[in-house]
């Protein structure tokens, strides 16, 4: 879910049969508030091991602490949320750029073609 935010900003801009963009909005407004916490968790992680660069715009992890950080993320991206069971056929698109393909994977029934 962390990686897929980019394929599912693009895909809520893709017209969808009403059923899946249903089921994309229920999942979209799900996954925000989730998403949302990760980050101020994962803030939280890197203020508590690491300190601000120079520029403010990122944290460095101290060498002390990088097992530490390591760990606390590990355990953070190992959390499992709950999420609606949704998927979405991949007929639904003739193009799809393969980036989007890998981070929407677990979102993605494949539709295989009659022969």
Request: charged share 25%.
């Amino acid at each position: 879910m962390v990686n897929a935010t980019g394929a599912l900003n693009w895909l809520s801009t893709e017209k969808l049969p009403t059923n899946y963009a249903f089921m994309l909005k229920r999942l979209l407004r799900a996954i925000t508030p989730e998403s949302q916490t990760y980050e101020s968790t994962r803030i939280e992680t890197l203020e508590k091991y690491g300190e601000k660069t120079e520029d403010g715009q990122g944290y460095s992890i101290l060498p002390e602490n990088a097992k530490k950080f390591q760990e606390a993320m590990a355990a953070l991206l190992a959390v499992e949320v709950d999420l609606p069971d949704t998927t979405i056929p991949s007929s639904l698109w003739e193009e799809i750029e393969p980036a989007y393909l890998i981070q929407l994977d677990w979102l993605i029934e494949e539709v295989v073609p009659d022969d």
